[in-house]
T-cell receptor
């Protein structure tokens, strides 16, 4: 299956700071990356879709100015949570297209 | 858009018994149905998947069935073991560059 890495695996930050999460597809080129988030004891919900070389698209209710997505190359997509608040604490997981059945190991974000 | 319902939300079985988790989907265009196991603090792990051109697939103790007419699919785990205890998610999509839509998950507990 596809190999996907995420960095960092966990991060704790203070409220108001920004956090960058990297997602890399290690063994194939991903023109599209799906970003999901999972709140405690809930399911995975699609947040946004990043496309290499173009703007990301966001699901309803997800603030595009808060969650900045960059897909600069076919192997790297980044999600930056700007001015993080405690309610942004979640598990963020990426999945590359077309191998959408595979996921990165996730990044646990805790905002104090 | 697609909507996936999953039942039950929790399931307890004795070691050695079988466990069955059921999902329904709404979009008849969906043609790809994966199942995931998620352990605490980790990303979802693909355990089995089925495509709409088959009705059943089996991999050792795990099997999945699909009824396209009724738009439902099920996960069957036989001879359950304590290490099968986890949260299981079903999902559906139109395979390719489309994201997965997840069910709400089933917490399976296998009691030794």
């Amino acid at each position: 299956g596809a190999v996907v890495s995420q960095h960092p695996s966990w991060v704790i930050c203070k409220s108001g700071t920004s956090v960058k999460i990297e997602c890399r597809s290690l063994d194939f080129q991903a023109t599209t990356m799906f970003w999901y988030r999972q709140f405690p004891k809930q399911s995975l919900m699609l947040m946004a879709t990043s496309n290499e070389g173009s703007k990301a698209t966001y699901e309803q209710g997800v603030e595009k100015d808060k969650f900045l997505i960059n897909h600069a190359s076919l192997t790297l997509s980044t999600l930056t949570v700007t001015s993080a608040h405690p309610e942004d604490s979640s598990f963020y997981i990426c999945s590359p297209a077309p191998n959408t059945q595979y996921f990165g190991p996730g990044t646990r974000l805790t905002v104090l | 858009g697609e909507n996936v319902e999953q039942h039950p939300s929790t399931l307890s079985v004795q070691e050695g018994d079988s466990a069955v988790i059921k999902c329904t989907y709404s979009d008849s265009a969906s043609n790809y149905f994966p199942w995931y196991k998620q352990e605490l603090g980790k990303g979802p792990q693909l355990i089995i998947d089925i495509r709409s051109n088959v009705g059943e697939k089996k991999d050792q103790r795990i099997a999945v069935t699909l009824n396209k007419t009724a738009k439902h699919f099920s996960l069957h785990i036989t001879e359950t073991q304590p290490e099968d205890s986890a949260v299981y998610f079903c999902a559906a999509s139109w395979e390719g560059n489309t994201p997965l839509v997840f069910g709400k998950g089933t917490r399976l507990s296998v009691i030794a």
